[in-house]
C-alpha cells in the first residue's frame, strides 16, 4: 500500500513532511493516501520543494515544516495556497542553521530576494522562527512583515513589495528586529494567540512537531500529533534530536518516518507499539536520509553515541535510505539549541518545560 512517505518531492521531502497542518491532525477525519493526494499535488508539492525550498535551505539550513497541505480552508485564510490548487501551494517552515545564530526571518529574506529566487508569496511570524512560504507559476514577489511589538499582543503589520508581480520593486535591504522572538509566556498571535508543538524546540534541528509521524492516525482519522505539554515525550525528543543532530548537520535535512504516538493510537500498531509511546523505558525512531546521502556514514555518525541500544539501515520506497535508532533514556547533555532555548528572546528557559526541568537548569 503507498503511504505518504514513500511519495518523493525533491531530495530532502516527502509528501509525509507536509502532512503534519493542524487542520489534518485535529479534524478526526481520515485522510487515506489514495483518496486524497492527486497527481497535481504531487506536481505542486515538487515545485515547490525544488524551486523555493530547496535553494532557501542553500541560505538558512535544514529546516522543520509545520503547516503544509491541508484539504480546507478552515484553519487559514479564504482562498489560501495551504489548499493546493490554482493559488499555488504553501507551507510553513523554520530554517534552523538561520535562526540558531538570532538571525532574524526577515533578514533571511533578504538573502533569498538577493539570491534571485523566485516566489509567490513570504509572510514571517511576530515572535515566531516560522514563515509562510508559497509558490506559483507566475509569481507575484509578495513580501509580508507582522512585526513583534514587545508588550503589544498584535503585531505591526508591513508590505514590503511595491509593485506585485515585480521583483525589481522588492527592498534589497531589510530591518533586523533584534527583539524578534516571543518573551517568556508569550503566545503566537498568528496560531490564533497559542502555542503548537512546532514552537517547541527540542534540539538543534527539531521540534516537538517533527517527532509527530504516523499514517496510522491519518488512515483512521485519530489524532496523531502530542499537545505541547508531553513533557516525558518531549524529553525522549530531546534525546533524539541529541543522537541525530550530527546527522543533519553533516548531511543535511531528513524526514522522521516514524516517530511518537499518543498512547491510544499505538495500540493500534501491534508489535513494537510501545517502543513509539515514549514514555518509559527503550524507544525507537524512523527516519530518511536525503537522496544520495552516505548510509554507512550516517550509521558511524549515529553508533558513537554512548547510550544507543541499535541502529539499522534498509532501503525504503521513496529512494532513500530509512535508519531506525533505538535508545534507552539517557540524560540529555543541553537543553539549549544556537545560545537560545527554544526559540526565546533573552534567555529565558520557555514555560512549557516542567518545573523539574528548571531545577536542574538552576532556574
Known amino acids: 500500500m503507498r503511504r505518504y512517505q514513500d511519495i518523493r518531492l525533491s531530495t530532502h521531502f516527502t509528501m509525509l513532511d507536509f502532512m503534519q497542518d493542524r487542520d489534518l491532525y485535529m479534524s478526526g477525519r481520515p485522510i487515506p493516501v489514495a483518496e486524497t493526494i492527486t497527481e497535481d499535488d504531487i506536481y505542486l508539492g515538487k ?23 491541508c ?19 504553501a507551507c510553513d517552515a523554520a530554517f534552523h ?16 530576494i538577493k539570491a534571485g529566487i523566485p516566489f509567490e508569496r513570504l509572510i514571517t511570524y511576530a515572535g515566531s522562527e516560522y514563515m509562510c512560504i508559497a509558490w506559483k507559476e507566475t509569481p507575484r514577489y509578495a513580501l ?13 503589520y508591513m508590505q514590503h513589495t511595491k509593485t506585485m508581480g515585480r521583483p525589481d520593486s522588492l527592498p534589497q535591504t531589510l530591518m533586523h528586529r533584534p527583539d524578534w522572538r516571543r518573551g517568556p509566556n508569550e503566545t503566537i498571535y498568528h496560531t490564533r494567540r497559542s502555542l503548537r508543538p512546532q514552537h517547541v524546540r527540542l534540539s538543534r534541528y527539531f521540534t516537538l512537531l517533527d517527532f509527530c509521524r504516523t499514517e496510522i492516525g491519518m488512515e483512521i482519522g485519530e489524532c496523531w500529533v502530542l499537545p505541547i505539554e508531553a513533557s516525558k515525550q518531549a524529553y525522549y525528543g530531546r534525546m533524539f ?6 546527522v543533519v ?16 493510537l499505538a495500540r493500534r500498531m501491534g508489535k513494537d507499539a510501545e517502543l513509539f509511546t515514549w514514555i518509559s523505558g527503550p524507544a525507537q525512531l524512523r527516519f530518511l ?33 530509512e535508519i531506525t535508532v533505538s535508545t534507552n533514556p539517557f540524560q540529555v547533555r543541553t537543553l539549549y539549541s544556537g545560545g537560545y532555548p527554544y ?21
Open 47 to 69: 515545485r515547490l520543494c525544488e524551486e523555493l525550498l530547496e535553494p532557501m535551505m542553500t541560505i538558512g539550513g535544514p529546516c522543520s515544516m509545520a503547516a503544509g497541505w
Open 71 to 89: 484539504p480546507s480552508s478552515s484553519g487559514h485564510a479564504p482562498y489560501t495556497p495551504h489548499i493546493w490548487g490554482k493559488k499555488g501551494v
Open 97 to 112: 542553521d538561520w535562526v540558531n545564530q538570532d538571525r532574524s526571518p526577515i533578514k533571511m529574506l533578504e538573502e533569498v
Open 144 to 156: 509580508y512583515e507582522n512585526m513583534r511589538i514587545p508588550g503589544q499582543v498584535k503585531p505591526a
Open 241 to 246: 534530536g541529541e543522537i541525530i543532530d550530527p
Open 249 to 264: 548537520a553533516e548531511m543535511g535535512r531528513v524526514s522522521v518516518t516514524q516517530g511518537v504516538v499518543p498512547p491510544g
Open 289 to 321: 536520509l536525503p537522496l544520495g546521502a552516505n548510509w554507512e556514514r550516517a550509521l558511524d555518525i549515529i553508533s558513537a553515541h554512548d547510550h544507543l541500544l541499535g541502529v539499522d539501515a534498509t532501503d525504503h520506497p521513496s529512494g532513500a535510505v
Open 343 to 363: 526559540g526565546y528572546f533573552d534567555g529565558e528557559i520557555p514555560d512549557y518545560i516542567p518545573a523539574r526541568a528548571r531545577m536542574k537548569l538552576g532556574r
